[in-house]
């Protein structure tokens, strides 16, 4: 007995189970329409109306400078030399440097630093050797190791975290020595 391949009565295509696709091509869901007002940094909407002439092309908005300075060493990726004028600066792989200018560095489980930092912030995570200056907090978590000469006015370790070397607490700022109100003159 033979069979139809893919005809019924009247010519019709059938889908039979394990043969292919339908005659009919699939129907997608409606898209839900997207408001005219949205507005995308660098991206500029085409004017709504087809008739309209192109506008003119307005400058956007540019990112604040702490977003655009932000340095981010991977994982397995070694580098040396002088870093500096970033705002943030995350190791994940090896770093030998001197960082200067930079506020705020976060050493991951997997980063090593090596050399000197002076910085406002420090999240250590990872490994540190060398000079580190933190004029705010420095932070060590549980899997963060500091072997430096380290200068600091707050300090946290975490239980596990380890801090040695030389260190020094810095007074706050504004409580330098010639802050303070001289006592006896009117």
Known sequence: MATSDNLDLA?????????????????????????????????????SGASAAPAPMTPTPRRSETELRTLIVGREIALSGEISSCDRLVVEGSVQANLTDCRFIDIAESGLFKGSAAIDEAEIRGRFEGTLTVRKRLIVRATGKIVAKVSYVQVEVEAGGQLSGEIQVLPPEGAAAGALPARGRS
């Open 11 to 47: 010519g019709k295509s059938t889908n039979q189970a394990g043969t292919g696709f339908a005659s009919r091509a699939p129907v997608l869901p409606p898209q839900p329409q997207r408001p005219a007002e949205t507005i995308r940094p660098g991206i500029q909407m085409p004017p």
